[in-house]
């Protein structure tokens, strides 16, 4: 047996090594604490008192794309994840069809087949220019929100795929023992169950359709990404405007990061 010395002596080189360690954590948040220093200093910034009422706009335009999207296109993605697992071959081959070809394009692709193609489309009948809806659909953002929802939804709706598969089926067999019906077997069983399985590659999926939203730019919508490239193009500069969007974007990426994985927590009750 160890006695008080002993123990105290071999615990000692991991104490060492931890102090050695933490300076070690410090030098990349201080090189970039020193990099943005010397962008501050030397780069010019005066543009920003005559665009951040247009920046806050076109950041509130790239969240209200990003939240209605994600929740829409998760809707989506739940009934197709549902029809691949358990609907008839009517239901699950379309589903199947919708994943891969949305998979399969690219997402810019998608959004100027919707605003430039079906765009058109809508453009020739007299009856839809006549209807109350053609002020609508003459803007960019229902096509934009489109693509941005059959994007999310193509690729979650695969994810649930498995995660429906993936429910172990005794809990299932439980349920109808209870004598459950389907939908409340469901609802509670089966839904938060695929849920809680899935929720950290749905926390990656958010996060990537935020990366997605600047392709709403090329359709003449105004996010935050549209007023940078404005910006450049008024203010003839570079770098300033990009690295103040880059900043944006991980800042925006950081709260939506941290507030997923408090969700995940509450619901896994880890």
């Not at 002596?9 to 931890?18: A, D, F, G, K, T």
């Not at 659909?137 to 059959?150: K, S």
């Not at 994007?151 to 172990?168: C, D, H, I, K, Q």
């Not at 077997?185 to 958010?206: C, S």
């Amino acid at each position: 047996m160890l006695d008080d010395h002993t123990s105290a002596v071999v615990h000692e080189p991991s104490h060492r090594l931890m102090s050695l360690a933490t300076p070690q954590a410090l030098v990349k948040p201080a090189l970039l604490v020193l990099f943005l220093a010397l962008i501050g200093y030397y780069g010019e910034w005066n543009w920003i008192a005559d665009y951040w009422r247009l920046l806050l706009h076109g950041i509130a335009v790239t969240l209200a794309l990003l939240v209605s999207s994600s929740i829409i296109g998760f809707v989506l993605a739940l009934l197709l994840g549902v029809f691949q697992v358990t609907g008839p071959r009517t239901l699950a081959w379309p589903a199947q069809a919708f994943c891969t070809i949305i998979r399969g394009t690219p997402l810019l692709l998608q959004l100027w087949m919707l605003y430039f193609g079906l765009g058109a489309v809508f453009a020739q009948y007299p009856e839809i220019r006549s209807s109350f809806v053609w002020p609508y659909l003459r803007e960019a953002w229902p096509y934009a929100l489109a693509a941005l929802v059959f994007s999310f939804a193509g690729y979650v709706g695969e994810v649930m795929r498995g995660a429906f598969a993936g429910v172990p089926k005794g809990e299932l067999e439980a349920a109808r023992a209870f004598g459950m019906s389907r939908r409340k077997m469901f609802l509670r069983i089966w839904l938060p169950r695929a849920v809680q399985r899935v929720l950290p590659v749905l926390t990656g999926e958010v996060i990537l359709q935020l990366k997605s939203t600047p392709l709403v730019a090329t359709v003449t919508m105004t996010d935050v990404f549209a007023v940078v490239a404005k910006v450049r193009q008024d203010t003839y500069l570079t770098y300033e405007p990009l690295i103040l969007l880059a900043l944006i974007y991980v800042v925006l990426t950081a709260i939506l990061a941290r507030l997923l994985r408090l969700c995940e927590a509450r619901v896994t009750g880890n």
